[in-house]
C-alpha cells in the first residue's frame, strides 16, 4: 500500500472507532437501567417529580431525538452541564486536565527512565541476574493492585518516615497556585521562577507520580525486552558480531534504535493504563485532575460528567493509537506495505 | 478416526502428559499450582477455619492490632480480618473465575466464527471489538458498573465485557493461519458442515492461546473488581471483599492500622501474581519459542 492509501485507511478507521465509540457511550448513559432521573430525585420521589426531572434532563424525548441532540451538542463541543459542579463539564473537564496531565507524564518519565534501561539490558543479558530483575518488576507490577501499593506507600514515606508531605493535593495547602500559563504547577512554577511552588509542587508530585508509574513499568519493561530481543536475533547483528564489533558497539549503535521503534506500539496501552491508574491515585491523594473529577461523577451518577470523562477518554485512545499507527508506518515501511502482521 | 488424532493435539490430553514431560522444569508453573492450590484450598474450606463471623460486628474489640484472637487484627467495626479474608477468597475468586470464563467462551466462540468466515461478518466483528478497545478494560467496566448498579452479577458482565474483545482478537488471528492448514482441508473433504469444522476440529488447535489469556484474565478481573470495589463503584459493603477491606482501612486515607489493609491487599497480590505466573508458565509450555 502506498503512503496516502495507508494514511487515508488509518484515518478512516479511526474516524469509525470514535464514531462508534460516541455511540457507545450514548447507549451505556441512556439505554442501562440506572435511571439517573430517580436517582436525582432521590429514592422517596413522587414519580411526577422524576417525571418534571426526566423532562429537564430531556430523557423523556424518544431516543433518536436525544441522539440528534448529543451529537449536535458533541459537534459544538457541548458535554452538557455538570450535576455537581454546575458548569459545563467542558470547562470542568479541560480546567482538571493539566493535573491529571502533569501527573501521568511524570509518572511516563519516571516508568520509561527505569523501565526502558532495564528491559534493554535484560535482553542483551538474557537469563542473567537483570534478567530475574525486570522479570520481578514485570511480575509486581502485573500484580499488585495500584490503590493497595498507594496506600502503603503512604503510610511508610508520609506517615512513618515523613519523607513526602501529606497526600492532599497538588501544594502545601497555603500556599497558593502559581500563575497559570500551562497549569502545570511544575512548569508554571519555573516560568514564574517561584521556586517555593516548585519545590512544593515537586514534593507534592513525587509520591504520586511514583504510584502511578508501577502501573505501566512491567508493560514498558516487557515491550523493551521483547522488542531488543527480537532485533538481537537479526542477520544485522549476527553480521556485526562477525565483522568483530564489540557488543558494546553492537547493543548501543547497530541494535538500539531499531529495539526502540516496536516501543511506539504500547504507548496507546500505556496511555490506556494511566488514564484508568489516574482515577485510583488521584483519589488516594486527593489530586485535583479528571480522574478525581471521574470518579466524583460516577459516585453521583453524575451523568453528563460521566459522559464526558468516558468521551474524553475513548477519544483519546483512538487519536493516541492512529497517531502511533501512523508513526509506525512512516518509520517501517514494512508496516504499511503489509508485509508485517500488527502482531509481529 | 480424524477427531481423534486431533484430540491428541489438544490442550487437556497435554495436560496428562504434562508431568512426564517435566513440571519440576517448569517452575514456574509448578509455583503457580502451589500457590493457587493453596489459595483454593482456603477459599474452600474458608467456612470452617474461619474462627470469627465475618459480617457482624464484633464487640469493642475495634482496630485491634493482631494478636492471637485476632491473627490479621481486627477493623472499624471490630470484625476479625482474618474470618473477612477467608470468606472473601471465596468472593473474589468466584468472580474473576466466572469473568474469564464468560470471556473466554464468548471470546473464543465469537474469534473463531469470525476468523473462519473471514468478509464482512469479520469486518462487524473487529470494528465492534475495536470500539470496546477504545476504552480502557477498567474505566469500561466503571461506567457500565455506575449505570447498570453494583449488584455482583453486573460486576461479573462489566468487567467480562471489558475483555472479551481481547480473547475475540487473540482467537481470530489463531484462526486465520490455522484455517489454512491441510488438516482444516481435509476435514472440508471429509463432508463435515462448517460448524463443525470449526468447533471440532480447529478451535482446539486454537484454544491454547485462550487459555494462557484465561488465566491472565482471572488476575485482571481479581484486580478490577477490587479496584471497583474500593473507589465505591463495585461490590457494596459490609460484603468481605479484598478492595472492600482495603478500603475499610483507609477511612482519612492515613491511618495508623495497617493491618487493616495490608493483609486484604496482599491475599489480591499473592492471588493475582498465582494466575499471572499460570499464565506465564502455560505459556512457556505450549510455545516455549516466545519465552
Known amino acids: 500500500m502506498n503512503l496516502p492509501g495507508f494514511v487515508l485507511k488509518r484515518f478512516s478507521l479511526a474516524l469509525l472507532t470514535l464514531l462508534g465509540a460516541l455511540i457507545a457511550v450514548f447507549l451505556l448513559t441512556r439505554i442501562l437501567p440506572g435511571n439517573p432521573a430517580k436517582y436525582r430525585a432521590g429514592a422517596f420521589a413522587p414519580p411526577e417529580t422524576v417525571a418534571e426531572i426526566e423532562k429537564q434532563m430531556g430523557l423523556d424525548k424518544p431516543l433518536h431525538v436525544q441522539f440528534a441532540r448529543y451529537m449536535n451538542g458533541l459537534l459544538h463541543f457541548d458535554l452538557g452541564t455538570s450535576w455537581n459542579t454546575r458548569r459545563p463539564v467542558a470547562d470542568d473537564l479541560a480546567r482538571r486536565l493539566p493535573a491529571s496531565l502533569e501527573l501521568s507524564v511524570a509518572s511516563f518519565l519516571l516508568a520509561t527512565v527505569i523501565a526502558l534501561p532495564l528491559g534493554i539490558i535484560a535482553a542483551v543479558k538474557k537469563g542473567s541476574l537483570f534478567d530475574q530483575l525486570s522479570r520481578f518488576v514485570t511480575t509486581i507490577s502485573a500484580s499488585v493492585a495500584l490503590f ?104 548501543l549503535e547497530q541494535a538500539l534504535q531499531n529495539a526502540l521503534i516496536p516501543v511506539i506500539t504500547i504507548l496507546a496501552l500505556v496511555f490506556g493504563f494511566l488514564m484508568a491508574g489516574n482515577v485510583v491515585v488521584e483519589m488516594l491523594f486527593s489530586w485535583p485532575g479528571i480522574g478525581h473529577y471521574a470518579w466524583n461523577a460516577l459516585l453521583s451518577k453524575d451523568f453528563d460528567s460521566v459522559q464526558g470523562f468516558l468521551l474524553f477518554v475513548s477519544a483519546g485512545y483512538v487519536l493516541l493509537n492512529l497517531l502511533v499507527d501512523l508513526t509506525y508506518g512512516l518509520v517501517d515501511p514494512r508496516i504499511r506495505l503489509g508485509m508485517r502482521g500488527k502482531n509481529a | ?145 455506575a449505570m447498570l448498579g453494583t449488584e455482583i ?111 486484604p491487599g496482599a491475599a489480591i497480590a499473592l492471588t493475582v501474581l498465582g494466575f499471572n505466573l499460570l499464565g506465564d508458565g502455560l505459556r512457556d509450555l505450549w510455545a516455549p519459542e516466545s519465552k
Open chain 2, 153 to 263: 452479577i453486573y460486576v461479573i458482565v462489566a468487567v467480562a465485557v471489558a475483555y472479551t474483545p481481547y480473547f475475540i482478537r487473540i482467537t481470530r488471528s489463531e484462526m486465520l493461519s490455522i484455517r489454512e492448514m491441510d488438516y482444516a482441508d481435509a476435514a472440508k473433504v471429509a463432508g463435515n458442515p462448517q460448524w463443525r469444522i470449526i468447533v471440532r476440529h480447529l478451535m482446539p488447535n486454537s484454544i491454547n492461546v485462550a487459555l494462557v489469556q484465561a488465566s491472565l484474565a482471572v488476575g485482571w478481573a481479581i484486580l478490577d473488581v477490587a479496584g471497583l470495589s474500593f473507589l465505591g463503584l463495585g461490590i457494596q459493603p459490609p460484603t468481605a471483599e479484598w478492595g472492600v477491606m482495603v478500603r475499610d482501612g483507609v477511612s482519612g486515607i492515613v491511618s495508623e492500622e495497617w493491618w487493616i489493609y495490608f493483609f
Open chain 1, 148 to 251: 493497595w501499593m498507594g496506600t502503603m506507600l503512604i503510610y511508610l514515606l508520609y506517615y512513618r518516615w515523613q519523607l513526602v508531605p501529606a497526600p492532599t493535593g497538588r501544594l502545601d495547602i497555603l500556599l497558593p497556585a502559581p500563575d497559570r500559563i500551562t497549569g502545570f504547577y511544575v512548569l508554571d512554577s519555573l516560568l514564574t521562577g517561584n521556586m517555593e511552588t516548585l519545590f512544593s509542587s515537586l514534593k507534592h508530585l513525587f509520591l504520586p507520580a511514583f504510584t502511578l508509574s508501577i502501573a505501566v513499568m512491567g508493560i514498558i519493561v516487557k515491550g523493551a525486552r521483547t522488542s531488543m530481543l527480537e532485533v538481537l536475533r537479526m542477520d544485522y547483528i549476527r553480521t556485526a558480531y562477525a565483522l568483530g564489533m564489540s557488543r558494546r558497539q553492537v547493543v
Open chain 2, 1 to 145: 478416526m480424524l477427531d481423534s488424532t486431533i484430540a491428541r493435539g489438544g490442550p487437556f490430553a497435554r495436560l496428562s502428559t504434562l508431568w512426564r514431560r517435566g513440571l519440576g522444569r517448569n517452575t514456574t508453573l509448578a509455583v503457580a499450582l502451589i500457590l493457587l492450590s493453596g489459595i483454593l484450598f482456603i477459599a474452600i474450606v474458608g467456612p470452617w477455619i474461619a474462627p470469627y463471623d465475618p459480617i457482624a460486628i464484633g464487640e469493642g474489640d475495634w482496630r485491634q492490632p493482631p494478636s492471637r484472637e485476632h491473627i490479621m487484627g481486627t477493623d472499624n467495626f471490630g470484625r476479625d480480618i482474618f474470618s473477612r479474608l477467608v470468606y472473601a477468597a471465596r468472593l473474589d475468586l468466584a468472580i474473576g473465575l466466572a469473568v474469564a470464563l464468560l470471556c473466554f467462551a464468548a471470546g473464543s466462540l465469537i474469534g473463531a466464527f469470525s476468523g473462519y468466515f473471514g468478509g464482512r461478518l469479520d469486518d462487524i466483528v473487529m470494528r465492534l471489538s475495536d470500539i470496546v478497545i477504545s476504552f480502557p478494560a477498567f474505566i469500561l467496566a466503571m461506567g457500565i458498573t
